[in-house]
Every structure is written in C-alpha cells, then in structure tokens.
C-alpha cells in the first residue's frame, strides 16, 4: 500500500488540497501560503479554540475508523465554539505523521473532515505536516464568531439559576468501555452500536446552541461536556464558589445505556455522572426562564433534559436520589488526563 514516504511533504499537502472542497467567500487565501487570510464579519466577536487528539491517549486505531477519526477531530472542536453559543467557520490542522502511515488511511481521514466541513460550513484552511517517531497527533485550531452580546462563558450561573444539559449522558463512555472490552456477546446488538457509534461520531450541539443565542433567553452559563457531568458542572459553579442540587430521577439515559447497565448489573446514575466525551452542552438559564426554554426547544425537536439548580453553598454538589436520600458528588470524579482517573 502507498504510503506517505512517496509522496513527501509537499505532495502530501497537495493531495490534502485537493480533498478539500469547502471554499468560504470569506477565506481570501487558504491552503498555498504562509498563513491563511480571511475576513471577519463587523458586529460579532471572534472566538478561537484548539484541541489535540494523541494516538493511544485519545483513540485507538483498531477500534475507530480514518473517516470517523476525521469526523471526530473537527467535531470535538466545533462543540467548543458552540459552548460559547458561536458558529465555526474556519479551521486548521496539524499533522505529526509516523513513516508507515498509508496514503489510503490519510485520504479517508481528509474525506472525514471534508464531511464535517461540508455539514457546518467550515473551511480548512491550511495546516502543518510534520513526521512523528511512533504514533499519530492531530490538533486542530477552529475559528468562530458569536454576536456581540450573546457570548455565553462558563462564569455568570447564580444562586437559583436552572441547569439544564441536552442530549443523553454516557452513551459515549459505556460506548468505550464496550470497544475497550468487547464483552458485548451478552447485550442487544442494537444498543450496543448505538452506544460505540455515540463514542466514535459524536454530533456537536450547534443546533441546541444556536437556538439559544438567537433566542432572547439570559443563558447565565454554558459548557460543552468532554470530562463528564460533575466535574464540567463545577466549572459552571466556579469550582468552588457555587453548589448543585441534581435529582436523580430527572437525569438523562439513553434506552441503550440502562440496558447495558442493567445486563451488567452498573449503576446508571454513577455512568451518567461520570460520562466523559458527551459533546453535549449544559448551561443555566434564570427561573423565569424555563417555561421559554422548554418551548423553544419543544417547538426545535431539540432533546433538552432540566436537571437541577444552582445553589449557594460552596462547592457542595449534592444528588438528590429517586429513593429520597441525598448524596454529596465530589467533583474530582470525571476524566484527568495527568490524575489517570478511572478512564485512560
Ligand atoms: P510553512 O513552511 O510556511 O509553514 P508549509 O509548507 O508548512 O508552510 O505549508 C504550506 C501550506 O500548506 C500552508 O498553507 C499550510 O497551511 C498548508 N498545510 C500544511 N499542512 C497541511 C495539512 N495537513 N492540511 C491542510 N493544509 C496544510
Ligand atoms: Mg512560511
């Protein structure tokens, strides 16, 4: 199989060019020179983020596709810029490439990102190709724009503010966990998929969060969920300056995780507390406001779960159990990549 060595770094990126077919008007110059030129739109403000994905950190290439590892490069990325309420328009990428890497495995994982690029409407719009000892790193950086006053930030819940997440939780990472031990023999096949295709095609919530920035609801914070509910959801209590009350009987499963959980005798609620690599988003909005925001998605077919409030007390996340008990969380209990908690 061709790889790479024949092509060398230029012919490379050639071919990348070419598997490209995004072009934005407002992209003046994208792949070909020494940086990229575009235009921004007056009136909005400019947001950036990055993200890096490591072979054996952050995916395995026996159990994720070129395509989907493609797809999920951007996506993660996108789900930034709509946790602030923002749309993408442009990207670029950089590649640390090992030696034996195919031609066909590059074309496939381009024909992923080209996919999310068509489907948002982002441009790619250039990058760096470097070689890479041992195993393949990807980081993409993403452009996006909000409207000047509708940037929503991790900092502005308050005492009494109602939280609420869209989506499922933990399909993603029951999904892992089932790649990871492939002890699916005893669960339906069905559920099974519906969990890994969660893990391995994320969907970015830019549906959910352009409702809410073109609504003219006060959305007091927001955040996409990558380490799990508990801990993200201390980010939006400022870690310790704030409280939660979540109630249990109001969280969001997925038919498919309480049936994995229930064949395998897991505790759902610790699953969906837990999670990790959701993508979805959760944000709290003014008690005036939930009458609004369940209409507005109602109306939008936008799946949106209302699972708590924003409390006083500081740092204390509390569950409150569908048995009528109350249980203390304690934020450490998502993902970390340098505390190596229970997910690697
Ligand atoms: P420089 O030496 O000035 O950094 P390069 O030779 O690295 O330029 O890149 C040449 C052009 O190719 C630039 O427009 C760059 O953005 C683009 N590019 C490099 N690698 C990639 C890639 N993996 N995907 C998309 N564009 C790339
Ligand atoms: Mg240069």
């Avoid at 994208?30 to 403000?45: E, N, Y």
């Avoid at 070689?131 to 950086?141: E, G, R, T, V």
């Avoid at 391995?200 to 609504?215: G, V």
């Amino acid at each position: 199989m061709a790889n790479i060595k024949h092509l060398g770094e230029f012919g490379l990126i050639e071919r990348f060019r070419s598997q490209l077919k995004t072009r934005s008007p407002r992209v003046i110059k994208g792949i070909g020179d020494d940086c990229a030129v575009f235009s921004s739109k007056q009136d909005t403000l400019q947001l950036i983020s990055t993200d890096a994905l490591v072979e054996s950190v952050h995916f395995d290439l026996k159990t994720i596709s070129a395509e989907q590892l493609g797809r999920k490069a951007l996506t993660v990325n996108i789900s930034d810029i709509a946790a602030m309420g923002g749309t993408p328009y442009l990207a670029v990428i950089s590649l640390g490439l090992p030696q034996s890497t195919s031609t066909r495995f590059l074309d496939e994982f381009y024909s992923g990102l080209q996919s999310v690029c068509k489907d948002y409407k982002i441009e790619l719009a250039g990058g760096d190709t470097v070689a890479s000892p041992q195993q393949l790193f990807i980081n993409i950086s993403i452009l996006g724009e909000a409207r000047k006053d509708r940037v929503f930030t991790r900092t502005g819940a308050r005492p009494g503010n109602q939280i609420f997440v869209t989506g499922t939780l933990a399909d993603s990472a029951m999904g892992l966990q089932l790649l990871k031990t492939r002890k699916i023999k005893s669960v339906s096949s069905k559920h099974c998929r519906a969990l890994i295709q969660k893990h391995l095609e994320p969907i970015p919530r830019i549906k959910e969060s352009t409702l809410l920035a073109k609504s003219k609801l006060q959305v007091t914070s927001m955040i996409d969920l990558s380490d799990g509910l508990v801990q993200d959801l201390s980010h939006l209590c400022g870690n310790d300056k704030l409280g939660a009350e979540l109630y249990e009987a109001k969280l969001p499963f997925s038919q498919a995780l309480k049936n994995v959980c229930q064949q395998k005798e897991y505790d759902p609620t610790d699953w969906v507390l837990q999670g990790g690599e959701d993508y979805e988003l959760l944000f709290t909005i003014r008690q005036e406001d939930v009458k609004k925001l369940n209409s507005l998605f109602l109306k939008a077919d936008a799946p949106v779960s209302h699972i708590g409030e924003i409390t006083s007390f500081p740092g204390k996340l509390v569950l409150n159990k569908i048995n009528g008990r109350k249980k203390f969380l304690k934020a450490s209990t998502g993902f970390n990549h340098f505390k190596r908690s229970q997910r690697s």
